[in-house]
């Protein structure tokens, strides 16, 4: 843990709050770290500046001011020029052109076609070139899956920053950095929910009742095997609900001044696409897949950078204690599986191989709300949210969770972004 510290601390001349609660998993935070070093600050199509000033666009689409904030001030360390940070259209026009993309990428990737991929790369004097274009997907994507961790975890601002704090007791918006990395739950936490008055008797048992559904799937997985047809059915099905899963106090949220000037079109989102009841096409993986096809196709561009991510997305996917809340010796891949697999179905993804129904009887209403939230709407997060959820289980399990919706996340915008790119090449 003080030799990740300290190189994180070397690399960004700083320990931020992203990195104190990546902590409760160092092999991941290890990960992490190389990946995001690799990227920002490694020899690269991109110059530094660009780098930086593409994360704060990606992180700006959710109106994460954490993030936003972080690279103002590196994009000014590195030479950016400040009028740039005055609104998009102070940027140059290739950064702008760039909007367009980072947009349909952080709300609805399964919209981006190679059209999209043709605009950039053929903009005469502000095109793109693959490399580079490339180098800006990962970056993008990076950025929308971390703004989606530091809502989904509840992180605030250093002490150094505007609204950073050492310490303040839990807030009904917010929880404070402490808590989260001393693993602290207070006894009123584990008592009342939001509901008021569940008792830690009730989610003991929430996690019993979670343990034998995972044992009688087991059971019914080793009996029979469902048909192909039923299982594209069951797959439509989970893909058609998973659009109305909405926390009931869901509400608009304002972007602020300081953060929607690094975008254009605030109102664009995921919410009023589910709304209208549109339909998400399916992305069969047997067709193009991040492992037979993404992996290599960015590893030809942008050399190493598939080995770093493909390296965190094994990581996170894989990533086990064999524990669940108060039980030990657990075998959690079906419960891991149906988190990634799940994210992955509400953006379109389907895996021939899995049972959508197994979805449903692990993941509750609640859990699926904050998933949801986490992925889609990351800026919608609540402390009651995170609350309401797997309320017995300790805070690392939570950031446990948070590292699959992120990977995932990551992986399904990747897959769209890629496969765009290779129909343009091909």
């Avoid at 594209?232 to 109305?244: D, N, P, Q, V």
């Avoid at 992955?344 to 609640?366: A, K, P, T, V, W």
Wanted: glycine share 4%; charged share 25%.
């Amino acid at each position: 843990m003080h030799a990740l510290f300290a190189d994180s601390f070397a690399a960004l001349g700083r320990l931020d709050n992203i990195t104190l609660v990546m902590v409760f998993h160092p092999q991941y935070l290890e990960s992490f770290l190389k990946t995001q070093h690799y990227l920002l600050q490694m020899d690269g199509p991109l110059p530094l500046h660009y780098r930086h000033y593409i994360g704060i666009m990606a992180a700006a689409r959710h109106q994460c001011s954490y993030l936003v904030n972080l690279h103002v001030n590196d994009f000014l360390h590195v030479g950016g020029d400040p009028k740039w940070l005055n609104g998009l259209e102070n940027a140059p026009q290739k950064l702008q052109n760039l909007g367009e993309l980072n947009k349909v990428l952080a709300h609805r990737p399964w919209l981006i076609t190679k059209e999209h991929i043709e605009g950039l790369l053929k903009a005469e004097e502000h095109s793109w070139s693959l490399a580079e274009l490339v180098h800006a997907v990962v970056l993008l994507t990076h950025y929308h899956s971390l703004a989606s961790f530091t809502f989904g975890c509840g992180i605030s601002p250093e002490i150094h920053c505007d609204g950073g704090h050492t310490f303040r007791p839990p807030s009904v918006s917010n929880y404070c950095i402490c808590d989260i990395t001393n693993g602290n739950h207070s006894v009123d936490e584990m008592q009342v929910n939001s509901a008021g008055n569940v008792s830690v008797s009730d989610s003991f048992f929430e996690v019993e009742a979670l343990m034998e559904k995972m044992r009688q799937l087991q059971e019914c997985r080793d009996e029979e095997e469902a048909s192909q047809e039923e299982m594209a059915s069951r797959f439509e099905i989970e893909k058609r609900e998973s659009m109305f899963v909405f926390s009931s106090d869901d509400e608009e949220v304002t972007p602020a001044r300081d953060v929607s000037r690094h975008f254009e079109d605030t109102s664009y989102g995921y919410k009023d696409f589910s709304r209208h009841g549109m339909h998400v096409p399916t992305f069969r993986v047997q067709d193009y897949c991040w492992e037979d096809h993404g992996y290599s196709l960015v590893n030809r561009l942008y050399p190493d950078v598939g080995q770093l991510i493909d390296e965190k997305f094994h990581i996170a996917y894989n990533l086990t204690y064999n524990t669940m809340a108060m039980h030990k010796d657990v075998d959690t891949s079906m419960l891991r599986r149906a988190i990634w697999n799940y994210i992955h179905c509400m953006f379109g993804i389907r895996y021939d191989d899995y049972d959508y129904g197994e979805i449903n009887q692990l993941l509750d209403r609640s859990f699926k709300v904050y998933i949801k939230t986490v992925v889609c709407t990351p800026e919608k997060v609540t402390k009651r949210m995170y609350d309401s959820f797997w309320r017995q289980f300790k805070h690392s399990e939570k950031v446990h969770v948070n590292l699959l919706l992120i990977e995932a996340r990551m992986q399904a915008e990747l897959l769209y972004a890629l496969r765009a790119i290779t129909r343009y090449m091909t």
